[in-house]
């Protein structure tokens, strides 16, 4: 388990922040190689011999396909062997039980154990990290790193470590060694992380609070009721994530570094292509730079695209947890994208706004309910819930939920909108702006201290991935 939230916040953090800057500049990367180790360990040391394990093997790939990049064979054959080393260490812990149950259905292997090995936190995330630093080094697209501490620091940096951006090495790599902090990028990191925290802690929280009470009664809520509870969770996901995504990039910023955006406001879109443009815009990257590209993306011909993108969202979805429906929820948008590339998208580009976004919207959280239910009779049954209207329109018990929570459902709508974000940049310029700004920090910092003080533990959705 990684650090409480108030630990984090009024021990570790400030500790953390003050001896980062009173250490001389050369030592910063040991110091924070060093902090990484020690959150990222807090609950599970075990887990940072994992960790150091994956560092240290691929350091060492990173010199050699480097030293024997001129020899295209040798280089190839070194970055195959890293690459199955990494999604082995992957698999092992990740997909082993899912694996085993597959193997269960088979006569053969039915008395066959399933293991139980505990899932390393964020392994997903910096796996994809590693393994981009040494196929960008095979690919001459980044300079080799040299020093060991300073990869260590860039493979466990804190601030994303456990739930990401996944960080290319080439977006960073000057900055491990270069960067320059500065008071204007400290506060920015410090508003920034504070409107993720606000996220998480304020909406995100709540979000998943309404969707629990309102799946606990499914089977009278109504059609109403139904699609309320998955609205819920399709806000809590969203500002979940993006929440830490935000954190993540606040905190950087605190340490001198600048991390690329996660979310672009992703409820706003009026196709999946373009959700895909706006929702984890860094897993999206990783496997169009590293997946899609290298299958020959879309330039040898129609079934040829149609295989990658199967391939690709198959992967997406795998990636996402040891379990089908996360399969079928990454086939689900693979299957819809390779019909808007076909003949749907320029359709959509035609059709008013409101219909197109609909659309999108509509899409977007009937995928939620493939994405939630591992149990496939579930997932269904639920689904039977949003269409029938076996329950009436909707239950006494979610009515009342439904108004109880319904300005924070106004809330949350309007906040996953660029409004606010365009009101901010009209006004920030002006004189003493600074004054609200600062006080709106402070309030956002005593309301989450306090909600966090009465709620029960409430991680981040994408620490299991």
């Known amino acids: ?111 066959l154990p399933t293991p139980l090995i505990p899932l390393p936190i964020g392994i997903s995330f910096y796996t994809f990290q590693i393994m981009s630093y040494v196929i960008d080094v095979y690919r001459k697209e980044t300079s080799v790193q040299r020093n060991v501490i300073t990869f260590g620091t860039y493979v466990a940096l804190f601030p994303q470590l456990i739930a990401g951006p996944i960080v290319r090495y080439q977006d960073v790599a000057d900055q491990m060694d270069h960067r320059v902090e500065n008071l204007d990028q400290f506060t920015n990191g410090v508003k920034l992380f504070l409107v993720g925290l606000a996220k998480k802690v304020l909406i995100a929280n709540q979000m998943g609070a309404l969707w629990d009470s309102l799946r606990q009664t499914s089977e009278t809520n109504g059609i109403l009721g139904s699609w309320v509870g998955i609205i819920a969770f399709t806000f809590q996901i969203y500002f979940d994530f993006s929440g830490y995504s935000d954190m993540a990039r606040g905190l950087g910023n605190m340490l001198g570094f600048e991390f690329l955006i996660n979310f672009n406001y992703p409820y706003i879109s009026k196709s999946i292509t373009e959700f895909w443009r706006r929702w984890h815009i860094s897993l999206g990257t990783w496997f169009r730079e590293y997946v899609y590209i290298p299958l020959g993306g879309n330039r040898k011909g129609k079934p040829r695209l149609l295989f990658n993108l199967l391939v690709v969202w198959f992967l997406t979805g795998l990636w996402h947890g040891a379990s089908w429906n996360f399969i079928l929820w990454g086939l689900y948008f693979g299957v819809i994208l390779i019909i808007e590339k076909f003949f749907l998208l320029k359709r959509l580009e035609k059709a008013p706004p409101v219909v197109s976004h609909l659309y999108a919207l509509v899409l977007i959280v009937l995928g939620w309910v493939i994405f939630y239910f591992e149990s496939t009779p579930e997932m269904f049954q639920y689904f039977g819930f949003l269409f029938s209207g076996s329950a009436g329109l909707i239950g006494g018990d979610a009515l009342a939920l439904t108004l109880s929570y319904l300005p924070l459902l106004l809330v949350a709508g309007v906040a996953s909108t660029p409004l606010m974000a365009k009101l901010y940049e009209k006004v920030k310029s002006m004189r003493y702006t600074w004054i609200p700004e600062t006080v709106a920090c402070l309030l956002a910092l005593v309301v989450c201290t306090a909600t966090l003080v009465s709620q029960s533990y409430n991680p981040f959705l994408y620490f299991r991935f």
């Open 1 to 111: 388990m990684v650090f409480s939230s108030l630990l984090f916040l009024f021990l570790y953090l400030p500790i953390v922040l003050g001896i980062y800057y009173i250490t001389p500049r050369r030592f910063r990367n040991l110091f924070l190689f060093v902090a990484n180790l020690v959150f990222y360990g807090w609950g599970e040391p075990v887990f940072i011999l994992v960790m150091i394990f994956s560092t240290v093997v691929n350091y060492i790939y990173g010199l050699l396909i480097h030293k024997y990049q001129d020899q295209k064979r040798t280089a190839k054959i070194l970055l195959i062997t890293c690459i199955i080393v990494n999604l082995g260490l992957l698999g092992f812990f990740k997909y082993a039980g899912f694996v085993a149950s597959i193997l269960q259905s088979i006569p053969l292997f039915s008395n």
